[in-house]
């Protein structure tokens, strides 16, 4: 199960980001890079420090552009060694980064519906679907694109949303996880670690809950704890 909890590593620099690695060792294995750190000095080096020692990478990059410019975004990407990389849901950004994907183990992943956007965000934004039907659309769209997985919420209901978007073998990556009691921030469809998992979600992002606890090892051990209790529901 620790296999499946995904570390967000949104720290203020590399070096705030390697001490949480190096505090983290040996409890989790796989961490995510996102917009926090892919602009700081030497995340070229932590990448790679990461995936010598073993661990795997979530790229967080959120792709979207013309086709042509996703490809090889996502080819550099695969060079890179990274186990995960995230691209908007849109039928040509999917279509795009599969192809500049090529036979590279990586798996690529849609950003349906941001989690820290509801209904009402999205009627603001001109969206004329809610961020359920949404999601599911998206879900189709991704696994007829030949995606291996999307991002979507736990308030999503991973296992019903494969159902209703008829997409069995779909990965669902699940951010937005707050272990109970704890506060939402600013996403607004969440769900606690064994909910997410009792509900189908493949992996778990969680950043915050653990990169901002006073003991960040035992908040990611009790996270762990709870996502197995979630598995024997």
């Given at each position: 199960m620790a296999e499946r909890l995904i570390v967000a590593l949104d720290l203020p620099d590399i070096e705030a980001a390697e001490a949480m690695v190096d505090h983290l060792d040996g409890v989790v294995s796989f961490f995510k890079i996102g917009l926090w750190l892919a602009f700081a000095?030497?995340?070229?080096?932590?990448i790679e420090r990461l995936i010598a020692d073993?661990?795997?990478?979530?790229l967080d990059a959120k792709m979207h552009d013309i086709g042509e410019t996703?490809?090889?975004?996502?080819a550099r990407a695969a060079e890179?060694?990274?186990?995960?990389?995230?691209?908007?849901?849109?039928?040509?950004?999917?279509?795009?980064?599969?192809r500049g994907r090529g036979s590279a183990p990586m798996r690529i992943l849609a950003v349906t519906v941001l989690t820290s956007l509801g209904d009402a965000e999205l009627a603001a934004m001109g969206y004329r679907l809610?961020?359920?039907?949404?999601?599911?659309?998206?879900?189709?769209?991704?696994?007829e694109c030949g995606m291996?997985?999307?991002?979507?919420?736990?308030?999503?209901?991973?296992?019903?949303?494969r159902k209703e978007a008829d997409t069995p073998g779909l990965m669902i990556v699940t951010p937005g996880i707050r272990p109970a009691g704890s506060e939402m921030n600013d996403h607004r469809?969440?769900?606690?670690?064994?909910?997410?998992?009792?509900?189908?979600?493949?992996?778990?992002?969680?950043?915050?809950?653990?990169?901002?606890?006073?003991?960040?090892?035992?908040?990611?051990?009790?996270i762990i704890a709870e996502m197995k209790e979630g598995a024997e529901r």
């Open positions: 000095r030497g995340v070229d080096g932590l073993g661990n795997r990478v979530f996703v490809a090889g975004g996502v890179r060694g990274v186990s995960f990389l995230t691209v908007h849901a849109e039928p040509e950004v999917m279509r795009a980064a599969v809610s961020a359920r039907a949404l999601v599911a659309m998206r879900a189709r769209q991704a696994a291996d997985g999307i991002i979507a919420s736990a308030a999503d209901n991973p296992e019903a949303l469809r969440s769900a606690t670690p064994a909910a997410a998992i009792a509900n189908g979600a493949d992996y778990l992002v969680v950043g915050r809950p653990i990169t901002g606890a006073a003991d960040p090892r035992s908040s990611a051990a009790r």
